[in-house]
């Protein structure tokens, strides 16, 4: 069967039989999620959307440590966020199988760094597996889930942008029973005051010893090839090592690494003795490299090792075949010629993603803009919505982490004299909103937050959150409601505001900068993809906006500081590509001159 | 033997559907295959570029300079993907420009069609360049641009399996309701090809 790297990942977990499964939304994983939650009830597991990684995490464990197999999955940055309880996972282990899935994103196609997540596993002493292909991605989920389960720790499982974004056939196996909860009381293990964790820590370094031995001898390790240079590669640069020495026609042996936490040094080092020199190709940090490096010292070998440290291959961005040669020839001193790519004449406008026609999101900014007149500060959040940074609205100055627009705004607004303006998403504002807000009211801090409610999670691809009325496995699910909330912590200025009706979203900004304190204002709109769906499903005609020529005086103040894509400048004239235009008619109210109209029908 | 296809366009326009049909017939053909997504920021709108690898390859990404084919779905697109083409392939590209913002915005400027057409056969010999959306209204069904897209790469022949394969994994890619005109979009893209790589 085709299936897409993550939806191989989840048909690998049902395989394993897996009870529970949660995860927050984040590319490049986010399809395991949509996966889960197409299937989870006919598969007869749980599955959630919890409010973040940690959460989700944590969940997983709970059911874990009861003796069922359960998946926590995430992006790179989204262990960071579950950082916190996994270290500490590590240590105390499970009774059922558990694995944590990182999907780290090299070159950054949708992320906000490229943190190369293997060192969790070195940090945590936790076994990692990683998969260099979806096929092999389902195969070793099955196997992680048993190595798990007979060594009583979590297995992290790192996979990277081209195994869950790849889609090639996979073979079905059977699929395991469920599992029955059944949870010992065991204080002396799994509650973590000093004493206890005191006899953890030599727990696991012991059960590492036992992986150790998993790893000598794992099916996902194993030597191809002949000859006297060696390649040791793991993840998806072992497939572009295969692409890349079938076109040079080089004659090599390739251990290829499946599990790389612990490193198999006994099998490491009998291939580094076996050959005249090592070449280490690797997506990422030098995390093989500076292990085979150390190994070869312990062995007393003295064969070369190239990689990264001497500049062969680079620690920077999403490696291929290229890359891949290039580095190999510039190692073993080969001639190279690169492939020549042709200059061009003519050139490819750009086409960068931009905020949708009708995006709720490009009307707040606008309104938050005017309102300010463009001298506040900007602190801004993770999302679609971060979009917003871009010309003309530009109304984003500093974007960390989830959750952090609150946390700096925090700091901003204390220290620096221009009003400070934050933004946050709903399903952000939930996962990481919180603590920053509250500690903005207990501070006295004075900003203006708002918290763009669009009713889902948009960038990712529409998945529910807690102020959405349906959970994860597509059942009812009680609705949070965002002002309620903010207004239970005591602040007094919460107002609701429809972004779509402008003057009005103007004027509670106006108001919501005069207020002293902490003021959140909540525009609410659905993202305009869902309500596009929304429209078609009930044959509800989008009626689009056209321009009058004779009433427009050619300001250009609708492209030049609103900017909607729907709207198109050529030789000073303004019109609406009506394939676009989404007919929210914010644009009609930026005009001052009534010049912006709806097509009549 | 291998067969590097890359696909590029706009988001919108159909492209994974086609590439998906396209991985289902190889698989079903018991050819060995990878392909790979790229996917951008935006849902709408940007650039998207897809790899079908097919026969004996490894990895999901296409080597520079050397796809077989390349399939555009819009003409300046064309040019953003044309380190891929081996200069031995065939580029099959859609003649109907989507403006993107940054041109409608008057901030680029979108480059003559023909200026573009040109410039890709300066890179690569076989260039076959039509109006991929004119056909598809033809055959009264303006959404179909991308079978029309993908019959022609069948219709150029350049498939390692057998091409009817392809128009046999249709019906089940494709919801029932838009079948009829996606089958129609896609004989005429055959034909379209077949118009210029007859029997050679």
New interface residues.
């Given amino acids: 069967m085709l299936l897409l790297g993550n939806e191989a990942i989840a048909r690998g977990a049902v395989e394993a039989g897996v009870d529970y499964a949660s995860t927050y939304p984040g590319t490049p994983s986010s399809e395991i999620g949509t996966t889960f939650s197409r299937i989870a009830a006919d598969a007869g597991m749980y599955f959630e959307y919890s409010t973040n990684e940690k959460v989700a995490l944590e969940g997983s464990a709970g059911a874990a440590v009861a003796g069922l197999r359960s998946f926590a999955f995430m992006k790179h940055v989204g262990v960071n966020v579950a950082s916190d309880s996994l270290m500490t996972l590590a240590t105390v282990g499970i009774v059922g199988g558990m694995v944590v899935l990182t999907a780290d994103d090299p070159g950054m196609h949708s992320s906000q760094n490229e943190q190369d997540n293997r060192y969790y596993a070195l940090l945590g002493n936790m076994p990692m597996m990683e998969p260099s292909s979806p096929a092999e991605a389902k195969d070793m989920m099955v196997r992680a889930f048993k190595v798990s389960e007979d060594l009583e720790v979590p297995i992290f499982f790192r996979t990277t942008t081209r195994i869950n974004h790849a889609r090639e056939p996979v073979l079905l196996g059977p699929v395991e029973d469920h599992h029955t909860a059944d949870f010992q009381r065991d204080p002396g293990r799994f509650v973590t005051v000093p004493s206890v964790a005191r006899r953890r820590h030599p727990w696991v370094l012991q059960q590492m010893e036992k992986a150790l031995q998993v790893a000598e001898t794992a099916e996902f390790n194993f030597i191809e090839g002949e000859g006297d240079i060696g390649i040791i590669t793991s993840g998806v640069a072992y497939k572009y090592v295969l692409d890349a020495i079938d076109r040079m026609g080089l004659q090599c042996k390739v251990l290829k690494l499946g599990m790389t936490n612990p490193l198999p040094k006994g099998m490491i080092t009998e291939f580094m003795g076996s050959v005249d020199k090592v070449v280490t190709v690797e997506e990422g940090e030098p995390f093989l490299e500076t292990q085979v490096k150390a190994f070869a010292h312990d062995a007393g070998l003295s064969v070369q090792i190239f990689g990264k440290d001497d500049g062969h291959f680079s620690r920077l961005f999403e490696y291929n075949v290229d890359i891949v040669e290039a580095g190999l020839a510039s190692a073993l001193g080969l001639e190279y010629s690169p492939a020549e790519i042709p200059a061009l004449d003519v050139k490819a406008p750009s086409r960068p993603p931009n905020l949708c026609p009708g995006c709720p999101h490009r009307a707040s900014y606008y309104a938050a803009k005017v309102a300010s007149k463009g001298k506040a500060v900007y602190p801004m959040d993770i999302g679609c919505y971060t979009l917003g940074m871009l010309p003309p609205l530009e109304a984003a100055d500093i974007e960390i982490s989830m959750g952090s627009s609150i946390g700096t705004a925090c700091g901003m607004s204390r220290m620096l004299d221009e009003p400070v303006m934050a933004f946050i998403g709903d399903s952000t504002f939930f996962h990481s909103g919180i603590p920053p807000l509250i500690n903005a009211i207990h501070n006295k801090h004075n900003f203006v937050l708002s918290i763009l409610d669009n009713r889902t999670t948009a960038m990712t691809g529409h998945q529910p959150h807690p102020g959405t009325p349906m959970d994860g496995m597509g059942e009812k699910a009680p609705m949070m409601d965002i002002p309620t909330l903010v207004r239970g912590f005591g602040i007094d200025f919460v107002e609701v505001v429809n972004p779509y009706h402008l003057k009005e979203t103007i004027d509670v900004y106006r108001r919501a900068l005069q207020h002293d304190g902490i003021a959140v204002v909540i525009p609410r709109m659905a993202c305009a993809l869902l309500t596009d769906i929304y429209k078609r499903k009930i044959g509800k005609e989008i009626i689009p906006y056209q321009v009058d020529q004779e009433k427009c005086t050619k300001c250009h103040v609708c492209v030049e500081r609103f900017g909607c894509v729907a709207l198109t400048l050529v030789d000073g004239v303004v019109t609406i590509d009506e394939t676009l235009c989404d007919g929210c008619g914010v644009c009609a109210q930026v005009c001052a001159f009534d010049a912006i109209q709806e097509v009549e029908r | 033997m291998k067969s590097d296809i890359i696909f590029i366009g ?1 988001g919108g326009q159909g492209i994974l559907t086609a590439i ?1 049909a396209l ?2 017939s190889a ?1 079903k053909a018991g050819m ?16 998207v570029e897809a790899h079908v690898r097919i026969g ?6 296409i ?4 796809a077989e084919a390349m399939v555009a779905f819009e003409p ?2 064309a ?2 993907g ?2 891929k083409i081996s200069p031995d392939g065939v580029i099959l590209v859609n003649t109907n420009p989507i ?8 901030q ?5 069609i023909e ?2 057409a040109e ?1 890709l056969k ?2 690569c010999g076989n260039v076959v360049a039509f109006d991929a959306l004119e056909i598809a209204r033809e055959t009264g069904n303006p959404r179909g641009v991308n079978m029309v897209m993908l019959g022609a790469l069948v219709g150029t022949g350049a498939l390692p399996f057998p091409p009817e394969t392809v128009r046999d994994v249709l019906p089940e890619r494709i919801k029932e309701q838009f079948l009829e005109a996606s089958l129609k979009a896609f004989d005429a893209g055959v034909g379209k090809a077949a118009e210029v790589f007859t029997q050679d």
Wanted: glycine share 14%; hydrophobic share 30%; net charge negative.
């Fill in positions: 706009v998906s991985g289902t698989n060995n295959l990878i392909m790979s997504e790229v996917h951008g920021m935006a849902q709408r709108g940007g650039t004996d390859v490894h990895g999901p990404l080597p520079d300079r050397s300046s697109e040019l953003r044309i380190g403006y993107p913002f940054t041109v409608s915005l008057g680029e400027e979108y480059p003559n200026r573009i410039e300066g890179i």
